[in-house]
């Protein structure tokens, strides 16, 4: 780790735990939890990431019925549309421009992580000119229906288990396809585990990182 985390943001326009940058014009990273998620959950994931740059985990804009938060409140939080993630598109934004103009965030170079439900607003940001990444990880995830049209020449990494009862391995691997026909570079990796990361594809993550944006 690069120093103590901290809590920031008062919900204007969203609450974060944050990581200022190490070393000046390394990548940042922005993670984005699931269904149910919150700040910190996300933080395990930097043991994964080789990077020195900033490092923000906001916390979804709704209150979840199960507890934690959610950054859609549409009915099945494990799908959904560019329509249903819009108003999280809008705060992420906001909070982009914030850390641009009191963080120096450099918001050109930035990846986007996340998992399951944070996975599909990565892409559906990725589908505003404000939001642009420079990369995708998507962790456990989904692809929104409408969501690939600004993805041809992006690099993204997938993990997925094929144990996952959630979000079920045949449904990521006819995602990973749409993204490909879409012109995105994907890497893919399965592990034998159920709704979350495998020690695997943590290990695939950090390589892939490493040969992408070090």
């Known amino acids: 780790m690069m120093g103590d985390p901290r809590l920031a943001g008062g919900g204007d326009p969203l609450v974060y735990r944050w990581q200022p940058a190490a070393e000046p014009n390394s990548v940042p990273a922005i993670l984005l939890h699931g269904h149910t998620g919150d700040e910190t959950v996300m933080w395990v994931v930097t043991k994964a990431l080789p990077t020195k740059g900033m490092i923000v985990a906001p916390r979804g804009l709704y209150l979840a019925s199960e507890g934690g938060y959610s950054w859609t409140q549409a009915i099945h939080p494990d799908r959904g ?78 993990g997925h288990g094929t144990q996952d009862t959630r979000i079920p391995i045949e449904e990521a691997r006819a995602d990973v396809e749409r993204l490909r026909a879409a012109g995105a570079r994907v890497q893919m990796c399965e592990a034998d585990v159920g709704h979350r990361v495998g020690v695997e594809c943590m290990r695939g993550l950090h390589q892939w990182w490493e040969t992408h944006f070090s």
């Open 81 to 158: 549309t560019l329509d249903d993630l819009a108003p999280s598109i809008q705060a992420l934004s906001t909070l982009v421009d914030q850390l641009e103009r009191e963080a120096e965030l450099d918001r050109t170079r930035m990846i986007l992580v996340g998992f399951s439900q944070g996975a599909a607003l990565a892409f559906a940001a990725a589908e505003d000119d404000r939001l642009r990444p420079l990369g995708i990880v998507a962790l456990a995830g989904f692809l929104p229906e409408d969501a690939q049209a600004h993805l041809s020449g992006m690099p993204v990494y997938w």
